[in-house]
């Protein structure tokens, strides 16, 4: 079993709507929480960063940790085609630096 | 501008050719490391450099190198040993310092091919 799991997708929205992306998580250890978004032939570029539970907003991005279940959440409102990319969650554990990936999952947002 | 630098964008490998991608950073970050990415499988960890001089293998170190003699150079060897080297090779780099709250910010990869 993966130590991160993510819904690989695809996943197809129209413009405007809420998007909702999750991972899961197995190590109790992982303290720290990124979600990365990647855009096609590109390197993946840092959208949030949060630590321990709770939420964290940043525009239309809104990132939750939910650390009782093992669970995280990325939520966009009003999607952009913009928007359409890989989105990876990522994290790591108090002391060291490596992170664990999920496997991301592929957005599209259609005009 | 400030970031992490990889080159080329694109390579080839020839059969028992070793072949060797650059990543370099102006961030002044302590930390770099070097990812591959296939697809379905997310970003597994190669090679990871705290500080100069140092590195320590990943969950997939086989078949690759790396040197760190310099803060700011982090290169990957691809040798002939790894059988499946066709990926896209990302470098990372974060401020470490032994303050672990730093997060990695990445290069825009290298993809690798098989001629």
């Known amino acids: 079993q993966k130590e991160v799991e993510q819904d690989p997708g695809p996943l197809s929205v129209p413009e405007g709507a809420i998007v909702s992306l999750n991972c899961t998580y197995s190590?109790?250890?992982?303290?720290?929480f990124m979600w990365y978004r990647q855009y096609s032939r590109k390197g993946p570029e840092l959208l949030m960063y949060?630590?321990?539970?709770g939420n964290k907003e940043d525009g239309r991005f809104t990132a939750q940790v939910d650390k009782s279940s093992k669970y995280i959440s990325l939520f966009i409102r009003d999607s952009q085609p913009s928007d359409s990319a890989t989105y990876l969650c990522?994290?790591?554990?108090?002391?060291?630096?490596?992170?664990?990936f999920g496997e991301g999952t592929q957005l599209t947002v259609n005009p | 501008d400030g970031g992490i630098t990889q080159s080329p964008k694109y390579l080839f490998r020839k059969e028992g050719q070793n072949v060797t991608l650059s990543c370099e950073q102006n961030?002044?970050?302590?930390?770099m490391y070097w990812y591959r990415q296939d697809p379905g499988q997310g970003l597994r960890l190669i090679y990871y450099?705290?500080?100069?001089?140092?590195?320590q293998k990943g969950d997939i170190a086989e078949g690759y190198s790396v040197s760190r003699e310099k803060k700011e150079s982090f290169p990957l060897t691809v040798t002939s040993a790894q059988k499946n080297p066709t990926a896209f090779y990302l470098c990372?780099?974060?401020?470490?310092?032994?303050?672990?709250?730093?997060?990695?910010?990445f290069g825009d990869g290298t993809r690798l091919s098989i001629l």
């Open positions: 990372a780099s974060s401020l470490d310092r032994g303050v672990s709250n730093q997060p990695q910010h």
């Open positions: 190590n109790s250890a992982f303290q720290y």
């Open positions: 949060t630590y321990s539970s």
């Open positions: 990522a994290m790591r554990e108090t002391s060291g630096s490596r992170l664990t």
């Open positions: 961030l002044n970050h302590d930390a």
């Open positions: 450099s705290q500080i100069v001089n140092d590195f």
